[in-house]
C-alpha cells in the first residue's frame, strides 16, 4: 500500500476516461464505469534522488530557477517527482517558504544541461512566455567547456538542425592548455534540439561529458571523457516581463 501511495504523489498512475488520459494523484478519486488506471511501476526511477534546485528570483506569477545537472524538465509516464516542476511543488515552495503554487514548465533544458529555467505559477503566464520563447524574445547565453583548443576564428555555427535554421554564436573563448579544454560563452540566437551539443560536435569540439554526441568524435589524440557531468550550463536570461512590460536579467 506504501509503494501505490507513492506511486500515485509521484506520478506513475495515470487515468483513462473518456479517450482521455492524464496523470492521477488522488486515492479517493471516484471511477465511474469504462475507466481504466495506468500503473508505470519501477521501483528504481521512483526512489531516484536529484540535487535540489536553487531559486535565483520569486517574480509572483512566475519564477527563476537554477536547474541542476540530472534533474528532469519535465516527467515521463514513469513519474514525475524529478521534474523541476513537481519538485517545485513538492519541495522548492515549502524550502523557500513561497506557499503553495501551482508550477508550470515554459521551456526546456536538457536533463544533463545545468542552469537557469523559468518557471510559471499561472496558466496565463505560461501562454504568455512561452509565447516570448517562440518569438525569439528572450536572450539565452550559455557556458560550454569543449575539448581541445577552439579556434578563435569561429564565431559562428550555422549547420541547419532537422531542416530548420540553427545559429550559435561564440562570445567569448577562453583555452586552457593543462586540461587542454576551452571554456566558450555562446548566445542561443535559435532553440533547435540540441543545438549547441550537436554544433560543436560537429565542429569536432565535443562538450565534455556529453555521452551522446561526444563519443562520435575523435580530439586528435585525447580520449573524449565519458564518465564527467556535460559541462554546459545556461548562465544568463533576459526578456521582457509578461505582466509588467518591464525589461528582467537574470544570472547564475
Known amino acids: ?20 488520459i492524464k496523470r492521477s494523484r488522488r486515492a479517493k478519486m471516484p ?29 509572483g506569477d512566475y519564477s527563476i530557477w537554477d536547474k541542476p545537472c540530472g534533474m528532469y524538465s519535465q516527467g515521463t509516464k514513469w513519474g514525475d517527482h524529478s521534474s523541476i516542476c513537481r519538485w517545485i511543488e513538492m519541495f522548492g515552495c515549502e524550502k523557500y517558504q ?19 529555467i523559468v518557471v510559471a505559477h499561472k496558466k496565463k503566464v505560461t501562454q504568455k512566455l512561452a509565447r516570448l520563447f517562440e518569438d525569439r ?6 557556458q560550454a567547456i569543449v575539448h581541445g ?13 532537422d531542416g530548420k535554421v540553427a545559429l550559435t ?18 548566445n542561443l540566437a535559435t532553440g533547435r534540439k540540441h543545438q549547441i551539443r550537436k554544433h560543436l560536435a560537429d565542429a569536432n569540439f565535443p562538450i565534455v561529458g556529453d555521452r551522446l554526441y561526444g563519443e562520435k568524435v575523435d580530439v ?9 557531468n556535460l559541462r554546459l550550463r545556461c548562465l544568463y536570461l533576459s526578456f521582457p516581463c509578461p505582466v509588467s512590460g518591464d525589461l528582467k536579467c537574470y544570472s547564475g
Open 137 to 142: 524574445k528572450v536572450e539565452k547565453r550559455y
Open 220 to 228: 586528435g589524440k585525447d580520449i573524449v571523457e565519458l564518465n564527467s
Open 169 to 186: 554564436e561564440i562570445l567569448e573563448n577562453h583555452f586552457d592548455p593543462t586540461s587542454n579544454c576551452s571554456t566558450l560563452k555562446i
Open 31 to 59: 471511477l465511474i464505469e469504462g475507466d481504466l488506471l495506468h500503473l508505470y511501476y519501477d521501483s528504481e526511477i521512483l526512489s531516484a534522488q536529484t540535487p535540489d534546485a536553487r531559486l535565483v528570483a520569486d517574480e
Open 149 to 161: 583548443h577552439f579556434p578563435d576564428s569561429i564565431l559562428r555555427l550555422e549547420a541547419d538542425i
Open 98 to 116: 513561497l506557499g503553495e503554487r501551482q508550477a508550470y514548465l515554459v521551456h526546456r533544458l536538457d536533463r544533463a544541461t545545468s542552469g537557469l
Open 1 to 20: 500500500m506504501a509503494e501505490l501511495k507513492k506511486a500515485l504523489k509521484f506520478g506513475a498512475v495515470w487515468l483513462e476516461r473518456g479517450g482521455k
